[in-house]
Structure formats: structure tokens, C-alpha cells
């Protein structure tokens, strides 16, 4: 028998116990079904607040922005230069994205179900334009390291080790260099892109940085 929940359901609710149970199942593993089961309700109850599983998403996106920005805003510390705060903001971004199994493709692309982000997002361009960026070029200065901390971390949670979970094997880098044997740069890269993910967002992060401030800042 299905128990009578003691808390009411709202969209907020149901999308934490989505992210509870994104960790246990992964993206792929995810539905409707299996989150009323986690919550003590019927399944149709839940297409009260979500209409399919992209709407579902879209909120499960926005808590984790939410929780993000509770923790950023918790921990700021005083005005600094552009380039330290796009470096923070985006290792913030990865910290967070990275405690969700497949949290990078539940936030990729997805829309924000309130304006939780709007805030954060005026005062990161308000840096950069103080910094000497345009108003548009602030924006793109923002969307392009934004966009290099996704892909990332899309990358680093499908090849490495369940970062959620702490097991899980990291992708198989002998037998791609024996694929490759015919290759050997392309074999011998291997190494640098898919060991030290932590070291490898660093890295490509200053290049981002930099490049950004090399094309992007007016002078």
C-alpha cells in the first residue's frame, strides 16, 4: 500500500529526492516512476507539477543552482579582479556539478525555473565589465568559460571515476594506446586527457582565462 506523505509534494520536493536518487541511478536510470516510489506516491501525482522528464529536469537544475549559490554567497569574500572571480565562479561550478552523479548532463541545457540565477549572473558581468569588458563582451566572456566548465565536466564524469560513489574504473588508457599503437600521439594524449581531471581543468581553465583576456577585453 502507498503511505499518505506527511510533507506536502511540491516541484521543490520532488526534484531534492530526484537528486538524492540521481546518485543511486544516473541519469539514464532516472524516471518518474522511480522517484513517486522514493517519495511514497502514486506516480500520477508527480505529473501534477512536471509534465514529462525534461520538466523535471529544468527544476533539478534550478535546486542545484539554488544550493550553489547558498554555499558561493555563504563563503564570498571581498571584490577582487575579474580573473580570480571567473576562476573561482567556475571551479565553484565544477565542485557542484561534480557532487551529482551525471550532474553536468542534468544542468546542460536545461532552463532555470526561477530566477534564482539572475542575481549571481549580474554581479559575475558586473565584475567583468568593471574589469573593462563591454556589456557584451562580458557576456561572452562569461559563456565561454561557462560553457568550457560544462563540457568538462561531461566529459570527466563519462571517462573517469564515479566521482559520486568513489569506484568505478577510469577509462582504460592501455588498451587505447594498443588501439592506437599506429598513432602514438594521438595514443601518447591519452594520458594527459583522461588522467588528473583535476589538473587538466586547472590547466585549461588559465588557458580560457587568458584567452579571454587576450581577444575579449577592449584596450
Same mark, same amino acid.
Given at each position: 500500500?502507498?503511505?499518505?506523505?506527511?510533507?506536502?509534494?511540491?516541484?521543490?520536493?520532488?526534484?531534492?529526492?530526484?537528486?538524492?536518487?540521481?546518485?543511486?541511478?544516473?541519469?539514464?536510470?532516472?524516471?518518474?516512476?522511480?522517484?513517486?516510489?522514493?517519495?511514497?506516491?502514486?506516480?500520477?501525482?508527480?505529473?501534477?507539477? #512536471?509534465?514529462?522528464?525534461?520538466?523535471?529536469?529544468?527544476?533539478?537544475?534550478?535546486?542545484?543552482?539554488?544550493?550553489?549559490?547558498?554555499?558561493?554567497?555563504?563563503?564570498?569574500?571581498?571584490?577582487?579582479?575579474?580573473?580570480?572571480?571567473?576562476?573561482?565562479?567556475?571551479?565553484?561550478?565544477?565542485?557542484?556539478?561534480?557532487?551529482?552523479?551525471? /550532474?553536468?548532463?542534468?544542468?546542460? /541545457?536545461?532552463?532555470?525555473?526561477?530566477?534564482?540565477?539572475?542575481?549571481?549572473?549580474?554581479?559575475?558581468?558586473?565584475?567583468?565589465?568593471?574589469?573593462? #569588458?563591454?556589456?557584451?563582451?562580458?557576456?561572452?566572456?562569461?559563456?565561454?568559460?561557462?560553457? @568550457?566548465?560544462?563540457?568538462?565536466?561531461?566529459?570527466?564524469?563519462?571517462?573517469?571515476?564515479?566521482?559520486?560513489?568513489?569506484?568505478?574504473?577510469? @577509462?582504460?588508457?592501455?588498451?587505447?594506446?594498443?588501439?592506437?599503437?599506429?598513432?602514438?600521439?594521438?595514443?601518447?594524449?591519452? /594520458?594527459?586527457? #583522461?588522467?588528473? #581531471?583535476?589538473?587538466?581543468?586547472?590547466?585549461?581553465?588559465?588557458?580560457?582565462?587568458?584567452?579571454?583576456?587576450?581577444?575579449?577585453?577592449?584596450?
Amino acid at each position: 500500500m502507498v503511505k499518505v506523505a506527511t510533507t506536502p509534494l511540491d516541484r521543490t520536493r520532488v526534484a531534492r529526492a530526484a537528486l538524492k536518487l540521481l546518485n543511486e541511478t544516473g541519469l539514464d536510470g532516472l524516471s518518474l516512476r522511480a522517484i513517486a516510489k522514493e517519495l511514497d506516491v502514486k506516480a500520477p501525482a508527480l505529473y501534477w507539477h #512536471f509534465k514529462d522528464k525534461q520538466a523535471l529536469l529544468d527544476e533539478m537544475a534550478t535546486e542545484m543552482m539554488r544550493r550553489m549559490n547558498e554555499e558561493l554567497a555563504a563563503g564570498a569574500g571581498p571584490d577582487t579582479d575579474w580573473q580570480s572571480s571567473l576562476t573561482a565562479a567556475l571551479r565553484g561550478l565544477r565542485r557542484h556539478l561534480l557532487m551529482y552523479r551525471d /550532474g553536468a548532463k542534468v544542468y546542460s /541545457g536545461t532552463h532555470f525555473t526561477d530566477l534564482s540565477y539572475a542575481a549571481p549572473m549580474e554581479a559575475h558581468l558586473r565584475t567583468l565589465v568593471g574589469g573593462g #569588458f563591454t556589456p557584451g563582451g562580458a557576456a561572452r566572456a562569461w559563456f565561454t568559460a561557462y560553457s @568550457y566548465t560544462i563540457g568538462y565536466v561531461t566529459e570527466e564524469q563519462s571517462m573517469g571515476p564515479d566521482p559520486v560513489k568513489e569506484e568505478g574504473g577510469s @577509462y582504460d588508457l592501455a588498451a587505447r594506446a594498443e588501439r592506437l599503437a599506429a598513432y602514438p600521439l594521438a595514443a601518447a594524449a591519452g /594520458g594527459e586527457m #583522461f588522467r588528473d #581531471f583535476d589538473a587538466g581543468f586547472e590547466k585549461g581553465l588559465a588557458a580560457v582565462v587568458a584567452g579571454i583576456g587576450a581577444t575579449m577585453l577592449e584596450t
